[in-house]
């Protein structure tokens, strides 16, 4: 160890620019060399790494004022000129990916001599996979329409812009909801659904049962049920993929859950998360059991849930946003006047319509309970809304879904209240 620390600094830095400057001229040869061995650049591996060297000597004499390192890249540059001229005239191409690359590993020595080593890998790990992604850009884009920028932009604008602008003061003495809380509880909740919704139309290239009742149960598991309930109903060859979809979407509710409250209570989170872990698994378990009883493929294919629909819909978050509110307000009524009994009974309430304004609101809020009464009512919001979601699934779904699924929810909600019960 004594002896690595004796090797001179600028010999390190010199074999770092040298393998970094020889990986992104490898990469270049694997880009722009044909099958027959011609070149379509400058140069690739020995080019790029005579590059790097050749920016790092010039950084070295004299690294005060770097005059000779500008002036090696002005000339550069000017060569880089040459290229694409001749470039542009005789194969009609406009790209200028080599040539920044280029510029990008002239500038590796100073980088690697200034600059902590994970920055320079980190730069060097972007150019590479960037350089190689050229056919995954092009397909991706292919898929984006104009709309997809604009809500892009509403994103950035209510998380980037609105949100640090919102105050965060309280709105009553002693009620510790504030407009910075609200505005948030709507993007983290924009934010799930943006999350969603990118997953399904640009990363899942194919869309089955089972990935819909995933994804779905990430925003609602509560209308996600319904939808394939209903499907059930159409498809009843496929019925024990539609049930175990919707257990699967059932687990991703206390997986959201548990996001929610490391999002807004993380004390909570740190005595609570390993509850939710085994309800996720238990109910996952259910729907594996659902899907693979008397049944050994799983290949149906359908475009259950719509992965075009706006996520940021205004109308969606004001409706959230009004209800966030109401339930904050009703929340901090029912414990301040009627306590523990208040609360056990909103909790078993909110079940019947959306849990996630009622849980943010009780994460986020500073009520005068304790962190085991909060994990208890959140545990019976969570039984009232699988109550709910099983009468869905009885009331839309075929026989043979209706039958798996009274025994998987009863399965979960009895475990739910043996949690409570140890609570």
Known sequence: MEELKSIPKELTDFILVTVFSLLIGLSQRKVHVTDHGEEKTFGTDRTFTFIGIFGFILYLLDPARMVLFITGGAILSGLFMIYYYYHLKHDRDYGITTVVIGLITYCLGPLIALQPLWMVLVLLVTVLVVSESKAFFISFSAKVSKDE?????????????????????????????TPYKIWLAVVVISSISYATYLLRKFFIKKNSILISGILGGIYSSTATTVILSKRSRQEPAEFNQYAAAVMFATGMMYLRVMVLILIFNLDLFFISWYWFVLLFVATALAGVAILFFRNRQVNAVDDVLQADQNPLEFRTALVFTLLFVLLSVLT?????????????????????????????????????????????ATLQAMVSNNVVKMGYALFFGSKRTRIYLTFSFLFVILLNFLLILIL
């Open 149 to 177: 920028f604009i809500t892009l932009a509403k994103f950035l604008v209510i998380a980037g812009v609105v949100l640090p602008l919102v105050p965060d003061s309280e709105i009553y003495p002693g009620f510790s909801l």
């Open 332 to 376: 901090f009524v029912s414990v301040t006047r009627y306590g523990t009994t208040g609360l056990n009974v909103m909790s078993y309430l909110v079940g019947l319509v959306d849990i996630d304004p009622f849980l943010i609101s009780l994460f986020a809020g500073r009520f005068d309970i304790s962190n085991n009464l909060i994990i208890i």
